[in-house]
């Protein structure tokens, strides 16, 4: 699918916030689905961008520019078109009926909550994460989006000092959630996942691996996970996942 360039503004040094236009109707995502964009044609891999919001006529992808791809996706102008396989992977379940769900966003790892707080239409309660307050993004949206936003940071420069799982084993005790859905780095949600065990309230993870295809043909981004008889397997994070249940994953 092709998709025309709306707007490309740079939200903090290296994060980029990306919105376009599907050249076609695309069905709706469920919040963690991601898109595979084909960034330029000198790189022949795509790179898998997770969905920050979407809209009847327009997708918006939160980035950091890391590498040759994503560098040249950081320099697309409006009116261009970019390629792009929309929506991917398993995502998360967002229901708004019943009690809250607990979004837990850290770092790069923040932009796919935004979704998931507009799928949950204003039930959601959201915590996020940062090493420090020049990395903060999308507190905006969330706190326009969640009832109650609670921030933390590594250094204590904005919001709580500390990290995200001691946030969530406060706010667990204080409220009881439907479910937990977590995105950011490996440490953040296997800390996540063991609070929530803790509470007794179901976790959902959204992992993050290397993908090649990006359609669970390659086997690149295989992580360990539980076998359903005992024992352990491999699955495929583009595939199977990016988001598992977080008592299937071997951490």
Not at 32 to 45: K, R, S, V
Not at 151 to 177: N, Q
Request: charged fraction near 25%; include cysteine; glycine fraction near 12%.
């Amino acid at each position: 699918m092709l998709a025309t360039v709306l707007s490309l503004a740079e939200l903090r040094p290296g994060a980029f916030d990306l919105r376009l236009e599907p050249s076609e109707p695309c069905r709706k995502a469920r919040a963690g689905q991601f898109a595979h964009i084909l960034c330029g044609p000198e790189n022949l891999l795509r790179r898998p961008i997770s969905l920050c919001d979407q809209r009847e006529d327009m997708l918006r992808f939160v980035f950091e520019k890391k590498g040759a791809g994503t560098s040249w996706l950081a320099r697309r102008r409006p009116g261009e078109t970019v390629d792009l396989l929309f929506p991917l992977g398993r995502g998360f379940t967002a229901n708004p009926d019943g009690p809250p769900t607990l979004l837990v966003g850290g770092g790069a790892g923040v932009p796919p909550m935004v979704y998931a707080a507009r799928r949950l239409n204003g039930t959601a309660h959201a915590v996020t994460g940062f090493r420090t307050a020049g990395l903060a993004m999308l507190l905006d949206d969330l706190n326009a989006l969640c009832p109650k936003v609670e921030v933390c940071s590594d250094d204590g420069s904005l919001g709580a000092r500390g990290f995200v799982d001691a946030v969530c084993r406060r706010l667990m005790g204080e409220t009881a959630y439907a479910r937990v859905l977590a995105c950011g780095p490996k440490p953040m949600l296997r800390a996540v996942a063991a609070a929530a065990a803790e509470f007794d309230v179901p976790c959902e993870v959204s992992l993050e691996e290397r993908m090649g295809c990006g359609l669970g043909a390659c086997l690149g981004c295989a992580c360990r996970t539980k076998a359903p008889g005992g024992g352990e397997t491999y699955s495929r994070v583009c595939q199977d996942g990016p988001v598992f249940d977080a008592g299937e994953v071997i951490w």
